[in-house]
């Protein structure tokens, strides 16, 4: 039987330029942002950082999970209309849950192959605004029969196929590596500390663009903006991550009888959006953020979905030719601190080398844009270090697991 699997080697790929907006908590002060207007904001930025003509785009591809608006539907064409492209480019939706921001990367590396020359990807995300649902209503109420409006973010951390929500997943892995809740958490303290000391030095806000009041004229069409709730003027920092207190974390109770995950050493819910132009690396007039080199995705079981960061790494560097020596940096997605600590311990990975700025435990994991995040956090400490690979990688629910492998620029100068 054949591996599975899909590897993709990308020749002359690059990231021009990424940003991201805040991470703020679900119910804060972007909970009534609409993500398409998220993502309008930073795809406005990205192509103001890069100075490229926003006319000279040719493809546009966004993701974003949760129905959170009205016009969903529209998220990839309103985010590239109105940060400027041309009525004439087409917009692509893509979704692979949390590595969305991967796989829009992995497609517009694609898509040069096809003649494309630049493409804007946007990943957006508001997880305040999943909304509270009904799937069997819509030929009415029969008298006695269940009225079944359910929580979408809630009932979507379940997988019906092995019968287990995501914590539960973590919890597996804990057990099956031998993960103790006071190891769990002292992890969580950690990627804490190093997020806020990160924020507390202004490391994090050179790619973060602030989010204000706006608004964004498109010629001939209605208007879109975005309006923070009253007494609020700017949003410019994560909003999560804290001094990072063992006692605390100690204190809280798990979410499920006999496992190690609570909502202290579990991802925060936040909302933002990210984006990344990436185009050729031989016609960037400038040196570029990041190349990309080569992505790996594979399937793993359902009830340990957080494992699958391992397997992917494994295939990316084994079908690369490189070691997991060589690789400088990793950036793995922290969905819950088991189920990072079980992909270290998998891999032999020590924590010097991983998250080295916090992660997702403290800053916060809006499902679509969090897989972009990583990478542009990735690419900085490849340059400020003058350190050559990268790896950024995540858990996928319902049993998956993404990587990428992208090298520093520099050193090809």
Sequence with gaps: MKAGGQYSAFADAAIFDAVRTPWVDVGGALAEVSPIDLGIK?????????????????SVLAGSMAQASFDT????????????????????????ICATGFELLRQAA???????????????????????AAYTHRGGFRLGAEVQFKDFLWEA??????????????????????????????????????????????????EIVAVEHQTFELQGYQPRSIRLPR??????????????????????????????????????VVDGAAAALVGRASACRDTPLALLRASAVVGVAPEFMGIGPAPAIRLLLQRSGLSLDQI???????????????VAQELELEHSRLNVQGGSLALGHPLA????????????????????????????????????????SAWHA
Aim: hydrophobic residues 40%; contains cysteine.
């Design 157 to 206: 951390l379940y997988d019906p196929a092995p019968g287990v929500d995501m914590i539960t997943t973590a919890d597996n892995l804990a057990r099956r590596y031998g993960l103790s809740r006071e190891t769990v958490d002292a992890y969580a303290c950690a990627s804490h500390q190093r997020a806020f000391a990160a924020q507390r030095t202004g490391w994090l806000a050179a």
């Design 231 to 268: 007494g609020v003027d700017t949003v410019s920092e994560d909003s999560h991550p804290r001094p990072g207190e063992i006692a605390a974390l100690a204190r809280l109770r798990t979410v499920h009888e006999g496992g190690v995950q609570t909502a202290g050493n579990s991802c925060a």
């Design 369 to 408: 844009a969090g897989g972009l995040r990583l990478v542009l956090t990735l690419a900085r400490q490849l340059r400020e270090h003058n350190l050559r690979y990268g790896v950024a990688a995540a858990c996928v629910g319902g049993g998956q697991g993404m990587a990428l492998l992208i090298e520093n």
């Design 73 to 96: 539907y529209m998220l990839p064409r309103h985010i590239g209309l109105y940060s400027g492209v041309a009525q004439s480019v087409p917009a692509l939706g893509v979704q692979r």
């Design 110 to 132: 694609g898509q040069l192959g096809d003649g494309v020359q630049l493409a804007l990807c946007v990943a957006a995300e508001s997880m305040s605004r999943n909304p509270i």
């Design 328 to 342: 400088d940096r990793f950036e793995i997605n922290e969905a819950q601190s088991a189920q990072v600590l079980a």
């Design 42 to 58: 930073v795809g406005r930025e990205v192509l103001a950082r890069s100075g490229v003509d926003p006319r000279v785009v040719d």
